[in-house]
T-cell receptor, first 112, second 112 residues
Framework: SQQGEEDPQALSIQEGENATMNCSYK?????LQWYRQNSGRGLVHLIL?????REKHSGRLRVTLDTSKKSSSLLITASRAADTASYFC????????????FGQGTILTVHP | DAGVTQSPTHLIKTRGQQVTLRCSPK?????VSWYQQALGQGPQFIFQ???????QRGNFPDRFSGHQYPNYSSELNVNALLLGDSALYLC???????????FGPGTRLTVL
C-alpha cells in the first residue's frame, strides 16, 4: 500500500512558471525524499529532507517539510520543458533503512 | 563509473511461468533493493539484500524471492506468474544504512 497522497495528480504549466507539488504521509518518518521519473523508466533522486529539517534547497528546487501536518511540498522554480516528468515523494521511517514508501506521484507537463 | 544496470529491458511471459530479473549495483554499493511499479502507480518495496541476506521485505507473497551474490549483484525471481505481476521492476542500490538510493532503468515485465 502507498504511504500517502500526492496532490495534484497532474499539473500542466508553461515554461518559466513555478510548479508546486504536495505530498502527505501517514506514519512518523526519518526522512522524506523526492524522485523524478521520465517516461516510466528509472527514478532519479532529487533531494532528501530529514525529519528535523523544515526547508531545503537544491538549484531550482525547494522542499519544505511539516512533520506536525505530515506533509511536504516540492517547488520547482522557472520550470523548463525538460522538467516534464512524474514526481514522487518517498518516506523512510523507523529502522527501515532503505525501505522507501512512495506516493502515487504527480505528472508534471511543462509546455514550451 | 557505471550506474545501476538491469537486464533484460523487456520481458514477456505467460501465466504460470517463472522469471528471473537481474541487477548490478552502482560501483561501491553493497545493498540492493527491488521495487514493483504498476502502471500509473508509485513503486512498491519488494525486498532488500545486504551481505547476501534478505534484510527487509515488503508485502509480497513468497512467489517473489531473491538472491544477492558476493559481487553484490542481485536477482529477483517470480514463480507462478499472474497477470497482476505485469509491471516495471526497479532495482536500487545504496550503501548499507545510507539514505540515497540509485535506481536502474527497470525491467518491463508483461504477463499474458
Amino acid at each position: 500500500s502507498q504511504q500517502g497522497e500526492e496532490d495534484p495528480q497532474a499539473l500542466s504549466i508553461q515554461e518559466g512558471e513555478n510548479a508546486t507539488m504536495n505530498c502527505s504521509y501517514k506514519t512518523s518518518i526519518n526522512n522524506l525524499q523526492w524522485y523524478r521519473q521520465n517516461s516510466g523508466r528509472g527514478l532519479v533522486h532529487l533531494i532528501l529532507i530529514r525529519s528535523n529539517e523544515r526547508e531545503k534547497h537544491s538549484g531550482r528546487l525547494r522542499v519544505t517539510l511539516d512533520t506536525s501536518k505530515k506533509s511536504s511540498s516540492l517547488l520547482i522554480t522557472a520550470s523548463r520543458a525538460a522538467d516534464t516528468a512524474s514526481y514522487f515523494c518517498a518516506t523512510e521511517g523507523g529502522t527501515s533503512y532503505g525501505k522507501l514508501t512512495f506516493g502515487q506521484g504527480t505528472i508534471l507537463t511543462v509546455h514550451p | 563509473d557505471a550506474g545501476v544496470t538491469q537486464s533484460p529491458t523487456h520481458l514477456i511471459k505467460t501465466r504460470g511461468q517463472q522469471v528471473t530479473l537481474r541487477c548490478s549495483p552502482k560501483s561501491g554499493h553493497d545493498t540492493v533493493s527491488w521495487y514493483q511499479q504498476a502502471l500509473g502507480q508509485g513503486p512498491q518495496f519488494i525486498f532488500q539484500y545486504y551481505e547476501e541476506e534478505e534484510r527487509q521485505r515488503g508485502n509480497f507473497p513468497d512467489r517473489f524471492s531473491g538472491h544477492q551474490y558476493p559481487n553484490y549483484s542481485s536477482e529477483l525471481n517470480v514463480n507462478a506468474l499472474l497477470l497482476g505481476d505485469s509491471a516495471l521492476y526497479l532495482c536500487a542500490s545504496s550503501l548499507w544504512r545510507w539514505n540515497e538510493q540509485f535506481f536502474g532503468p527497470g525491467t518491463r515485465l508483461t504477463v499474458l
